[in-house]
């Protein structure tokens, strides 16, 4: 049988009601009164009680370290959060512990568990069977499906759904541990700006990333932006930024169809990922 370690980090399915709003209280015991599964081997790493929209990546760097000095010790980590940065979470895991041979499931709720109605029993007890069955990766374990973290991004703030695969696929068998050589990436190895393209940007302000190592340019549909605005990403390049390109868009890609995409051939399209996993590719050099 599996032996799973399960990180606690609070989050909405862990909230008990105050006068205050709610506040993450139930700590990895209490998870567990929820459990279907009363014969898994799990272990309690109780991290921090804290609402995810307040996160750092320091934080998700510990969380790494413990994976990861952990990981002989145990088939599976399942990590309870908050659904707010779980995306995020999910895509720094996945790139600061490259060709990982182990499973790592994220899961959360968009009620807390001791609600009527919610959907933490179940999204709880989806990460507990998928950890039991074993899959090699990083995933989110949300309404019935197991979405990678590469593609995982959250769609809604009220909706069980939550979130959604940029590339419409989940999960459906158990996938083949890499042959590559795991490792842990302690700290990211690039500093690197988001610029959200609107068409009232002017040059001024994407030259003001100059002192980035890459810039990541959210662009209009498949990869288009102002001319003025392109030549200000050149002027970047120039001066040695690497500049990646997405399209603002969940779904589709970046790809030079019409002249005005002239963009696409310059600089370095992203597809396939989130957005969220592309910024943490590029701040830790694995694109």
Not at 79 to 94: E, F, K, N, P, V
Not at 129 to 153: N, P, V
Not at 219 to 226: E, F, N, R, S
Request: one cysteine or more.
């Amino acid at each position: 049988m599996n032996k799973i370690l399960l990180i606690t980090t609070g989050g909405t399915l862990a909230c008990t009601p105050t006068q205050n709003g709610l506040v993450p209280t139930l700590r990895g015991k209490d998870i567990l009164t929820y459990s279907k599964y009363p014969n898994a081997d799990i272990s309690v790493y109780d991290f921090k009680l804290i609402d995810s929209s307040i996160m750092e990546d320091s934080d998700r760097a510990d969380i790494a370290e413990i994976i990861w000095n952990n990981k002989d010790k145990y088939d599976a980590f399942i990590i309870t959060h908050g659904t707010d940065s779980m995306a995020y979470t999910g895509a720094y895991l996945d790139c600061a512990l490259p060709n990982f041979k182990k499973s790592i499931i994220l899961t959360g709720a968009q009620l807390p568990l001791q609600k009527e109605g919610t959907d933490a029993i179940e999204n709880v007890n989806l990460a507990i069977k998928s950890a039991m069955e074993g899959y090699c990766g990083t995933c989110l374990a949300i309404y019935h499906r197991l979405i990678s973290a590469k593609t995982a991004t959250k769609m809604e703030t009220e909706g069980f759904t939550a979130f959604e695969s940029v590339t419409n696929d989940y999960i459906q068998e158990k996938k083949q541990a890499p042959i590559q050589e795991e490792m842990l990436i302690s700290q990211p190895k690039r500093k690197v700006g988001l610029i959200y393209i609107t068409p009232n940007i002017d040059k001024s302000t994407i030259l003001h990333y100059k002192d980035c190592d890459s810039v990541l340019a959210l662009v209009l549909g498949a990869g288009g932006m102002p001319k003025h605005q392109e030549e200000a990403f050149e002027q970047l390049k120039e001066k040695g930024v690497k500049i990646y390109i997405k399209s603002q868009c969940i779904f589709g890609k970046v790809e030079s169809i019409y002249e005005a995409h002239s963009g696409v051939k310059k600089f370095i399209p992203i597809i396939d990922t989130s957005i969220e996993w592309a910024m943490y590719a590029i701040m830790f050099g694995i694109i």
